[in-house]
């Protein structure tokens, strides 16, 4: 098979979960512990930082890797779902995987794909493991599917555990309380590996997580408690940060964040946590490596849909925010931002809490109906009928980019545009 056929064979013979779903979902770590067994455990033999979280384990993991990098570690990258292309979720040192490896890879597992009757994540996950292990990383960040107890990527046995923000999403499959899914996220602690938890949200999430860390003999920090972080202005494209270490042992220092969305606050504490637990257990990141790649994520590591500023005059963000938390963030955001008449380019899965998260949408906006080229999709004409129910009025289009080129073409230099509800929303979009 060449590449383009080898890509759909992964799609057509594999259950693909951004694709059909829940008949996707396929929770337990046997299959892939058998399929990385046959390829010699390829993930023991370097290191690893293990990343799993509701919202912004992908942002932190893209940080992270861009701080090792700038710190001189080659440096392995798994995330997912993919914007534009497959290789995305695979990377070394910023750069995409290989074709040729993709297609070598695929041909000599299809007796154990056959076999094993893997999913389509469990086939990515051990590609991944597979191809850092022949590029010589020095490190892999590995950013968790979803949940964590029984995901694919929790074979692995990290140098340290990142938890970011936990709330309420595919609760059908980890649980209908933030008590049940921090369990689930918590399900990635190893015994005596540190853990770093981004921020102290509440004692329901926090006590689950906690008690998890004493039973493994993990020790635990929480990024919040550790270092203050405040948000001091944009410049230049770069969110401009003031950081001061909560026990007032060092004096504070301004950072430059070239991932300009407000949440990222709460994910930059848990970054700087994980340096220093690194630095703690002997690795070398200086000060210098950390700042110059906060300003640089994007270009170190490839990352899009963040908060990502596409046009001015009018102002067009988009944001691949899915859920209720990450929705009232951006939206949030965007209502802080001057402007004329505000519109919203927005569609949707079906899976996901519509009503919640149609809720937090204001009704004194424009409205551009859409949905994503995605068998999950929520048709545009259902997503106008249920905002309508929300006082969101509009039109409905076909697809993201000719919502948002009515969208333009509507409005006036000093408006502005925000673009998402799905990261499949955000994946159409053909100038992203």
């Keep these: 098979m060449n590449y383009q056929e080898t890509l759909d064979y992964l799609y057509s013979r594999l259950p693909v979960f951004q694709n059909i779903g829940a008949r996707a979902f396929k929770p337990g770590l046997h299959t892939t512990r058998e399929l990385c067994k046959s390829l010699g455990d390829p993930q023991t033999k370097y290191p690893t930082i293990h990343v799993a979280g509701t919202n912004g384990k992908g942002s932190t993991s893209h940080m992270l890797a861009a701080i090792l990098q700038q710190a001189g570690y ?53 590609m991944a493991f597979s191809y850092f292990l022949e590029a010589n990383v020095d490190v892999a960040v590995i950013e968790v599917g979803m949940g964590g107890r029984l995901d ?33 996220k918590a399900g990635i602690i190893k015994p005596e590996v540190p853990v ?40 230049a494209a770069k969110l401009l940060l003031h950081v001061n270490e909560a026990s007032g042992s060092a004096p504070g220092k301004d950072l430059r964040l070239d991932l300009t969305g407000s949440y990222q606050v709460h994910n930059l504490a848990g970054v700087l946590a994980t340096v220093d637990v690194l630095n703690s257990k002997g690795w070398k990141i200086e000060d210098y490596a950390v700042e110059t790649a906060l300003e640089s994520v994007i270009k ?20 691949t925010a899915h859920n209720t938390a990450g929705l009232t963030e951006t939206i949030n955001q965007f209502a802080g931002i001057a402007a004329g008449r505000r519109r919203f380019v927005i569609g949707f899965v079906g899976d996901k809490d519509i009503t919640t998260m149609l809720g937090l949408f204001p009704a004194n906006a424009d409205y551009y109906f859409c949905e994503p080229s995605n068998m999950r999709a929520l048709t545009a004409g259902d997503l106008q ?33 925000y673009v998402g509800g799905s990261t499949f929303v955000v994946a159409d979009l053909e100038q992203l």
């Design 300 to 319: 170190l590591t490839g990352l899009k849909g963040r908060w990502q500023q596409l046009g001015t005059n009018p102002l067009i963000y988009c944001d």
């Design 152 to 184: 694919s990527t929790n074979i692995i046995t990290p140098v340290v555990s990142v938890i970011t923000n936990i709330s309420l999403d595919h609760t059908q499959f980890l649980g209908d309380t933030l008590a049940k899914i921090a369990s689930e």
């Design 196 to 235: 770093v938890v981004s921020e102290y949200q509440n004692e329901e999430i926090s006590d689950v997580i906690i008690d998890t860390a004493e039973q493994l003999h993990a020790p635990i920090v929480f990024g919040s408690e550790k270092f203050n972080i405040q948000k001091a202005g944009t410049e």
């Design 385 to 417: 009928a249920m905002a309508l129910k929300h006082g969101l009025k509009g039109e409905r289009y076909p697809d993201v980019n000719a919502a948002l080129k009515q969208a333009i073409k509507d409005s006036v230099a000093e408006d502005a545009i």
């Design 74 to 126: 080659r440096v392995g990258l798994y995330t997912s779902p993919h914007l534009k292309d497959f290789r995305e979720r695979i990377r070394v040192d910023g750069g995409c995987v290989d074709e040729e490896f993709i297609v070598k890879f695929t041909n000599g597992q299809r007796s154990n794909i056959d076999r094993l009757n893997p999913s389509f994540f469990e086939v990515t996950v051990a």
